[in-house]
């Protein structure tokens, strides 16, 4: 007997385990038909007069019973496989690449393809992520849809006979199914790459990253697995789709259509939960086998290269991660988005390069050929992927608008540093007026150095209200708690009043989970039935909101009257520029007056920097 190793021997455990599922599929389908055969069998028999009589009113009565009872599980089962059918399952929002923008690219992946002897993807797309897979959009619910996201990416080839294979492995299969000729083969997934891989990657690293990955199609389109997979993925949507259909609407109806509602998607949702532990471990298994039979086959493709591939994933992880939360999210929180965040991960990892002991060499690799050189349009693929990734992480319209504006690395110091620091000083500068007012007597007379309007914006006058030592005695500070705890949960308060403002005037779900005015997914969280919007930094506290916020005000300060200049660090973000280096000494300074409320620390710092904090500051 011959022994199956290798890829055969993966395939040929995915393909154990999605008959497995299947067989829990159609364990479902026999169990739901029961009834009915039990009735068919009691009404065929009356007929005939093989079981009872015609006036046996125990029959009569059974045989109702038993048919009345198909008919509303016949109706229920019904309803489950529609729902199950009709749900969307969840697809990763991508930019779709259609090949006459990326000829190069699609030629390279089907060369991997040929040479894996497995089928070329249907078509190629990109995530704003550091990941790449395959993705299956040939489920009944995608199909219009999918054809006009992918149109006029890469045509469906047939699938071609495997040259060279003995034995029934991924690729033989799938492509010539012998075993069935009378099913049709499922279409190739479509390929989603990783922006941050084409523009930090080189060409011959991007092709051995992706071999396993499209070794992959193989299995992908054999009929028991994808049937198999298609089913996991309908009950997962049904699911969803229960979930969200059991949630309590508006309107004068409102009540009624709950009574209805919730019953009948929280019955789908139990059958389909049910479903869904049957097969979990099966398909779990399935999808493993699936993988190892993948890197298997690939094994024999660009092996060293891959090794050092996968050490610049982890790279370009860690530069995209500081790129999100330390370069775009202050931008989006204003409604600007970088236009070019995937230009801007090669230099946040050139830069960390620069920095980093352990990354040295890895500039040396910029001579050669980046693999955003298979695209025809970089920069506007750039765009398109930036412009995801701000919806996608932040909750941010599809569409650019008034408030929602792109902004390049150029003027990002301009545009995002220094109006960052402007807003959360003007923040800052209201809030120590409205509590001035507040320690106002009711019904005084307003103090002559308030008489003429609310106290000019100055660093000194933050550092005193700190401290507890007031310049002036109309500023009316507080020195039983240096007036920091007190700001801080005022400055609290503020911000999530103005976020939970700018959240409904620009109609964001409740999902968005964003911290900013970034603007809305048109009251749905939703995209493609994939939930996306997170935050990508936790809740600040209090302390935190001030500490940032005293900061700006320093910044400011310094850009006004001591010649320093807002600036990008492409690892850290905003950055204070004096004298055209970046001064990061800044935090601990800040931190003694906000906590300890000593001002030594920082006023030594202003007199380094030549800060003047007596003068008035431009706001916006």
Not at 59 to 82: K, N
Not at 138 to 149: L, V, W, Y
Request: glycine share 10%.
């Amino acid at each position: 007997m011959r022994t199956v190793a290798g890829p055969e021997a993966g395939a040929l455990v995915a393909r154990a385990r999605a008959l497995a599922v299947l067989r829990i599929r159609s364990t479902a389908l026999a169990v739901a038909l029961l009834p009915a055969a039990a009735a068919v069998v009691l009404l065929a028999g009356s007929a005939t007069g093989s079981i009872g009589g015609s006036q046996d009113e125990g029959w009569t009565a059974l045989r109702w019973a038993v048919t009345g009872c198909a008919l509303v599980v016949l109706l229920l089962a019904a309803a489950v496989a529609a729902v199950v059918v009709r749900a969307r399952p969840a697809l990763t929002p991508t930019v779709p690449i259609a090949e006459e923008t990326a000829p190069d690219l699609y030629q390279l992946v089907r060369d991997l393809a040929e040479r894996l002897e497995v089928p070329a993807p249907s078509a190629i797309a990109l995530t704003p992520d550091c990941d790449s897979w395959l993705e299956d959009r040939t489920h009944p619910a995608h199909a219009h849809r999918g054809e006009r996201r992918d149109r006029g990416a890469l045509a469906v080839e047939e699938p071609r006979p495997v040259r060279g294979t003995g034995g029934p492995g991924p690729a033989a299969g799938a492509d010539r199914v012998v075993d069935r000729p009378d099913r049709r083969v499922p279409r190739a997934p479509v390929l989603v790459i990783g922006s941050p891989f084409l523009w930090w990657m080189r060409v011959a690293e991007l092709r051995a990253l992706l071999a396993p990955v499209v070794a992959g199609t193989g299995p992908s389109v054999h009929p028991d697995i994808a049937s198999a997979r298609r089913f996991v993925r309908g009950l997962d949507a049904a699911v969803a789709v229960a979930a969200r259909g059991g949630e309590p609407s508006s309107g004068p109806a409102s009540a009624l259509v709950a009574a209805v509602r919730r019953p009948a998607f929280g019955f789908v949702g139990w059958v389909a939960r049910l479903l869904l532990r049957g097969c979990r471990d099966q398909a779990a298994e399935m999808e493993r086998a699936v993988a190892a039979a993948a890197s298997e086959r690939a094994q024999t493709v660009d092996y060293g290269l891959r090794i050092v591939a996968q050490e610049q994933v982890g790279l370009a992880y860690a530069g995209w991660d500081r790129l999100l939360t330390r370069v775009a999210l202050p931008a989006w929180r204003m409604g600007r988005w970088p236009s070019r965040l995937d230009a801007g991960v090669v230099s946040a990892l050139t830069e960390l390069s620069r920095r980093d002991r352990l990354a040295e060499g890895f500039t040396s690799r910029l001579s050669e050929r980046p693999a955003c050189d298979l695209l025809e349009e970089p920069g506007v693929i750039d765009e398109a992927t930036s412009l995801l990734a701000a919806r996608l992480f932040h909750g941010g319209p599809p569409e650019p608008g008034p408030d929602w504006s792109p902004v390049d690395w150029g003027a990002y110091p301009e545009e995002v540093v220094d109006r960052k620091w402007r807003q959360e000083a003007a923040r800052l500068n209201r809030l120590l007026d409205e509590r001035d007012d507040a320690h106002e007597p009711i019904g005084a007379a307003p103090a002559p150095a308030r008489a003429s309007g609310p106290a000019p914006a100055t660093l000194a006058r933050v550092i005193d209200r700190l401290t507890g030592a007031p310049a002036d005695p109309a500023d009316g500070a507080d020195g039983a708690d240096g007036g920091a705890p007190r700001l801080a949960a005022r400055l609290s308060v503020e911000v999530a009043r103005e976020e939970a403002a700018a959240t409904r005037a620009h109609g964001q779900g409740p999902a968005a989970g964003a911290e900013g005015p970034a603007g809305g997914s048109g009251g749905d969280p939703w995209i493609d039935g994939f939930a996306p919007a997170f935050p990508l930094q936790p809740p600040r506290t209090g302390r935190e909101l001030l500490a940032d916020h005293v900061t700006a005000m320093v910044c400011c300060a310094a850009v006004d009257t001591a010649g320093a200049v807002p600036g990008l660090d492409w690892l850290d973000g905003p950055a204070l520029l004096v004298g055209g280096r970046r001064r990061a000494d800044l935090a601990h300074p800040v931190l003694s007056l906000v906590e300890d409320g000593d001002d030594g620390p920082l006023r030594a710092w202003l007199g380094e920097v030549g800060v003047r904090p007596e003068k008035p500051l431009r706001l916006v």
